[in-house]
């Protein structure tokens, strides 16, 4: 089982839908977990992080956490074209940041 | 300011000579890591520092592979000799003082072996 998983899609949103990408992790003492977005031939960049059980709200994006289930996700409400990217999901075990796979999400105008 | 900065930014060898990734990191950050991203694998973390000192190689695949950190401002990942599954995209990320999780990434070098 790899330590952080993802759908790596393409999962594909209509322009003003709401995107929702998910992501499961492996480690129970997990304590900080992330959400970078990367373009296309560009590096990752950080959106989101989450600490605490349950949801966090940044703009359009929200990030939600159980820690029961072990999983990890985020919401993109209103969905843009330039939201079209791929989302990867990075969880801090004991040492360092694990990051998954992504996924790649394109909104259709 | 200026952001982490890597060079080349793109680099094109022959299978068996050696390459140097050079970074220098986002001014006041004390953490330091060394990534490669393929299709295949992903992005993987193959080395990090903390203060200059390496803390933690395990991601290194083999000993063709080094990294140096001879002070705050500069840290090199070379590889010798180089094959063609050495391929990739090489990643250099910053943190500042922490716990290293909320980490800036530089504009990647892409190494392509032939």
């Known amino acids: 089982q790899k330590e952080v998983e993802q759908n790596s899609g393409p999962l594909s949103v209509p322009e003003g839908a709401i995107a929702s990408l998910n992501c499961t992790y492996s480690d129970r003492g997990s304590q900080s977990f992330f959400w970078y977005r990367q373009y296309s031939g560009k590096s990752p960049e950080l959106i989101m992080f989450?600490?605490?059980?349950g949801d966090k709200e940044d703009g359009r994006f929200t990030a939600q956490l159980n820690k029961a289930s072990q999983y990890v996700s985020l919401l993109i409400r209103d969905s843009q074209p330039s939201d079209s990217a791929t989302y990867l999901c990075?969880?801090?075990?004991?040492?360092?940041?694990?990051f998954g796979q992504g996924t790649r999400l394109t909104i259709n105008p | 300011d200026a952001g982490v900065i890597q060079s080349p930014r793109h680099e094109v060898t022959e299978m068996g000579q050696e390459v140097t990734l050079r970074c220098k990191p986002i001014s006041g950050h004390d953490y330091l890591f060394w990534y490669r991203q393929t299709m295949m694998r992903g992005l993987e973390l193959l080395i990090y520092?903390?203060?200059?000192?390496?803390?933690?190689d395990s991601g290194m695949p083999e000993d063709r592979f080094s990294a140096k950190m001879p002070n705050a401002s500069f840290s090199t990942l070379k590889i010798q000799p180089s094959e063609p599954r050495d391929s990739a995209v090489y990643f250099c990320a910053s943190s500042p003082p922490g716990l290293g999780e909320t980490q800036y990434f530089g504009p990647g070098t892409r190494l392509l072996v032939l």
């Open positions: 989450i600490y605490s059980n």
């Open positions: 520092f903390n203060n200059n000192v390496p803390i933690d």
């Open positions: 990075a969880v801090r075990g004991a040492q360092k940041l694990v």
